[in-house]
């Protein structure tokens, strides 16, 4: 069982080669704004040093979202297309769950901007307060380990090891039902843009 | 009538042999040749028991080898070595052969040239070949014509999701489009973001129709294309990660497609181009006039100073509280207009165009009529406001011809569509070869970029899986 995971959502570019429970390649290197040109190169040192052709994966696993607009439809539309040509599962992930990691208690913060930020509580693999945008003056993290852009919380900023975070949230990674109806998690709805 | 050679007609052959080669097969290897060589096979043109020519085919998997041919005498320069080269031809190909190879002496130039006109080319000299130190030929001919190479096309630099398949000789396995245009209408223009999440959204199941229609599996495609710029960013951004997509899972070749190429080439679907060619580009973002020299080299003569005409058809159609997109709408109403409001030509010099000033007066016009509490007759607004618009392309076509001779005369992109510009380029332009796209490919779509994509692949112009979507990409690039 050979899945291939994929995180564009947000600053980093992670890609990662899975095999029956272990990592066998990865790839994860900041790459803000980088990664629609990025991800097709990190993806070839990926599976060369696997040894593995792209062809010969079971699943794909990304981040759905939320994050940069532009961030999470590039590894969505990666998985939507391979997905229904190769064809393979197609599994996701919040950014936040993952960024999680399957820590205990802990709260991920993203930068939304406008003083905002994507926020979920998690505690192993439960879910405290599920992925929104919230204003950052209105959280509380005293009772919670913060992943993420802790800065804009006055704590440091800490992401921890993305590959990893994949492996361990196997058992939270939901399957896609139906490939054509997969949409990234925007946090915000289309009808809020029209003018 | 040519068969497989027989038992009783072996006297006849050992005959020809003997008259013919300076290393004749006798009889008893003839025979072993019919009866026990199970990969060898002998035809013969057998005239009311004459055996007048024979050749033999030595079968070898994908490749074959012709180890024998021959006329007898007297019936020699008479077309029978033509014919049984051509049946033995036909025997190989039908036997799913891709190559046939062949030794000849380089003294039997009769012999030579029946191989060459058969399309068989020399691979080398064989030194010493025959017994008596005569060289030889090595010669080979391709059995396969090279099948035309299929490419897939994605395009999606605005509001339209679309992807086709279609091969270098321009036949089409399928294309499919879908077009966000009602939900854009809803807010009376393409939001970009509402675009890119409807790409999103749409991409997969497009993809999977094209290919499901066009009955092939990713393998059989030689090229995945996409359009590259330009656009809106994020759409781009879509349709370029598919298409990357396919082509680092499949191992393809990718082309980055210029979008106004595409409405330019997807002309080819009625004809082929002829060069030097002027290209009308008219759309909602642009609005050119393109000398193009070759296939590889297009200029930019004329373009807006402000508006493209798309976007000022749009812009007029919203001061009329009509829909948008606004050049369908306002074509239509013009049909039922009269000459009645008075609207400034656009005064540029040279082959530039502009919009905007002949746009605010619309507006301005509407205003005064408005204030003096007179209701506008719409049909004859649209009516002025497309006179004045269409004619200055009319005229700056007109002068970009005169200083840039061509031989053939193209409409291309999505006011291509309308159909007074259609009726007015038809009568402008008797004395040049002229060409209007045909009203389904005016609009955005994936053959239009694969059309254009098979002149890249001709061109061997591709690009690296990290090539950057161009937003404002020119055609000259």
Same mark, same amino acid.
């Given at each position: 069982?050979?899945?291939?995971?994929?995180?564009?959502?947000?600053?980093?570019?992670?890609?990662?080669?899975?095999?029956?429970?272990?990592?066998?390649?990865?790839?994860?290197?900041?790459?803000?704004?980088?990664?629609s040109e990025e991800v097709f190169m990190a993806l070839k040192k990926v599976f060369a040093k696997a040894s593995v052709s792209p062809e010969s994966i079971d699943s794909i696993c990304i981040s759905e979202g939320p994050g940069s607009y532009t961030g999470v439809r590039i590894a969505m539309t990666i998985a939507k297309v391979i997905g229904?040509?190769?064809?393979?599962?197609?599994?996701?992930?919040?950014?936040?769950?993952?960024?999680?990691?399957?820590?205990?208690?802990?709260?991920?913060?993203?930068?939304?901007?406008?003083?905002?930020?994507?926020?979920?509580?998690?505690?192993?693999?439960?879910?405290?307060?599920?992925?929104?945008?919230?204003?950052?003056?209105?959280?509380?993290?005293?009772?919670?380990?913060?992943?993420?852009?802790?800065?804009?919380?006055?704590?440091?900023?800490?992401?921890?090891?993305?590959?990893?975070?994949?492996?361990?949230?196997?058992?939270?990674?939901?399957?896609?039902?139906?490939?054509?109806?997969?949409?990234?998690?925007?946090?915000?709805?289309?009808?809020?843009?029209?003018? | 009538?040519?068969?497989?050679?027989?038992?009783?007609?072996?006297?006849?052959?050992?005959?020809?042999?003997?008259?013919?080669?300076?290393?004749?097969?006798?009889?008893?290897?003839?025979?072993?040749?019919?009866?026990?060589?199970?990969?060898?096979?002998?035809?013969?043109?057998?005239?009311?028991?004459?055996?007048?020519?024979?050749?033999?085919?030595?079968?070898?998997?994908?490749?074959?080898?012709?180890?024998?041919?021959?006329?007898?005498?007297?019936?020699?320069?008479?077309?029978?070595?033509?014919?049984?080269?051509?049946?033995?031809?036909?025997?190989?190909?039908?036997?799913?052969?891709?190559?046939?190879?062949?030794?000849?002496?380089?003294?039997?130039?009769?012999?030579?040239?029946?191989?060459?006109? /058969?399309?068989?080319?020399?691979?080398?000299?064989?030194?010493?070949?025959?017994?008596?130190?005569?060289?030889?030929?090595?010669?080979?001919?391709?059995?396969?014509?090279?099948?035309?190479?299929?490419?897939?096309?994605?395009?999606?630099?605005?509001?339209?999701?679309?992807?086709?398949?279609?091969?270098?000789?321009? /036949?089409?396995?399928?294309?499919?489009?879908?077009?966000?245009?009602?939900?854009?209408?809803?807010?009376?223009?393409?939001?970009?973001?509402?675009?890119?999440?409807?790409?999103?959204?749409?991409?997969?199941?497009?993809?999977? $129709?094209?290919?499901?229609?066009?009955?092939?599996?990713? /393998?059989?495609?030689?090229?995945?294309?996409?359009?590259?710029?330009?656009?809106?960013?994020?759409?781009?951004?879509?349709?370029?990660?598919?298409?990357?997509?396919?082509?680092?899972?499949?191992?393809?070749?990718?082309?980055?497609?210029?979008?106004?190429?595409?409405?330019?080439?997807?002309?080819?679907?009625?004809?082929?181009?002829?060069?030097?060619?002027?290209?009308?580009?008219?759309?909602?973002?642009?609005?050119?006039?393109?000398?193009?020299?070759?296939?590889? $080299?297009?200029?930019?003569?004329?373009?807006?100073?402000?508006?493209?005409?798309?976007?000022?058809?749009?812009?007029?159609?919203?001061?009329?509280?009509?829909?948008?997109?606004?050049?369908?709408?306002?074509?239509?109403?013009?049909?039922?207009?009269?000459?009645?409001?008075?609207?400034?030509?656009?005064?540029?010099?040279?082959?530039?165009?502009?919009?905007?000033?002949?746009?605010?007066?619309?507006?301005?016009?509407?205003?005064?009529?408005?204030?003096?509490? /007179?209701?506008?007759?719409?049909?004859?607004?649209?009516?002025?406001?497309?006179?004045?618009?269409?004619?200055?392309?009319?005229?700056?076509t007109k002068m970009a011809l005169e200083q840039y001779p061509c031989k053939m005369l193209v409409l291309a992109g999505g006011v291509a569509a309308n159909s007074r510009l259609r009726e007015l380029m038809n009568e402008n332009f008797t004395d040049i070869d002229l060409l209007l796209p045909p009203l389904k490919y005016c609009t955005d779509n994936a053959l239009m970029i694969g059309c254009a994509a098979v002149h890249y692949l001709k061109n061997k112009k591709f690009v690296e899986l990290d090539a950057a979507s161009e937003p404002s990409m020119s055609i000259e690039?």
């Open positions: 069982m050979l899945t291939l995971c994929i995180d564009t959502a947000y600053k980093y570019l992670t890609c990662v080669l899975i095999k029956d429970g272990r990592i066998i390649s990865s790839y994860s290197e900041e790459c803000f704004k980088k990664q229904e040509i190769l064809p393979c599962d197609v599994y996701t992930i919040s950014t936040l769950r993952l960024y999680a990691a399957g820590r205990e208690n802990c709260m991920v913060v993203m930068d939304a901007r406008a003083n905002r930020v994507y926020c979920g509580i998690y505690d192993r693999d439960r879910i405290i307060m599920d992925d929104t945008a919230v204003a950052i003056n209105e959280l509380d993290c005293k009772d919670y380990t913060v992943i993420g852009d802790g800065a804009l919380l006055g704590k440091e900023n800490y992401y921890g090891d993305l590959s990893e975070a994949f492996l361990k949230t196997r058992n939270m990674w939901k399957k896609a039902d139906n490939i054509s109806y997969l949409t990234p998690k925007y946090l915000k709805e289309s009808e809020s843009y029209s003018r | 009538m040519i068969a497989l050679l027989k038992m009783e007609d072996l006297d006849q052959v050992e005959e020809i042999e003997k008259s013919s080669f300076v290393n004749p097969w006798n009889r008893q290897y003839l025979a072993k040749e019919i009866s026990d060589n199970e990969i060898g096979e002998i035809y013969a043109d057998v005239e009311d028991g004459v055996v007048i020519a024979y050749g033999d085919i030595w079968y070898m998997f994908e490749n074959c080898d012709l180890t024998r041919i021959a006329v007898r005498e007297e019936y020699r320069h008479k077309g029978y070595g033509q014919k049984m080269m051509k049946h033995l031809i036909s025997m190989a190909k039908g036997r799913g052969c891709e190559f046939m190879h062949l030794e000849v002496n380089v003294n039997n130039a009769d012999a030579i040239g029946l191989y060459e006109r /058969n399309g068989f080319e020399t691979m080398r000299t064989r030194r010493n070949y025959y017994e008596n130190g005569d060289d030889a030929f090595d010669m080979l001919r391709i059995l396969v014509e090279p099948e035309a190479r299929k490419i897939l096309a994605i395009e999606s630099s605005c509001d339209e999701t679309a992807c086709a398949v279609i091969d270098e000789d321009l /036949n089409v396995y399928s294309s499919v489009v879908t077009s966000q245009i009602d939900v854009h209408a809803r807010f009376g223009g393409v939001i970009p973001e509402v675009a890119s999440r409807m790409h999103v959204e749409q991409i997969s199941t497009i993809v999977r $129709s094209a290919v499901d229609q066009a009955h092939i599996g990713i /393998n059989d495609i030689s090229a995945i294309a996409y359009t590259i710029g330009p656009g809106l960013i994020g759409s781009l951004h879509v349709g370029a990660i598919a298409a990357k997509s396919l082509a680092f899972f499949y191992d393809k070749p990718l082309i980055g497609v210029h979008h106004l190429k595409g409405h330019i080439f997807i002309n080819e679907m009625i004809r082929p181009l002829q060069y030097p060619l002027m290209a009308l580009v008219v759309s909602g973002g642009h609005t050119e006039l393109v000398y193009i020299e070759n296939d590889q $080299s297009f200029k930019i003569i004329g373009t807006t100073l402000d508006d493209a005409i798309g976007e000022a058809y749009d812009k007029v159609a919203r001061v009329m509280n009509e829909a948008y997109p606004g050049g369908p709408v306002i074509d239509r109403l013009a049909r039922q207009g009269r000459p009645h409001y008075q609207l400034p030509t656009p005064k540029v010099e040279g082959l530039d165009f502009s919009f905007s000033g002949l746009k605010n007066a619309v507006l301005q016009l509407v205003k005064k009529e408005e204030s003096a509490g /007179n209701p506008i007759d719409k049909n004859d607004l649209a009516y002025a406001f497309q006179e004045v618009a269409l004619h200055s392309l009319i005229k700056k690039y």
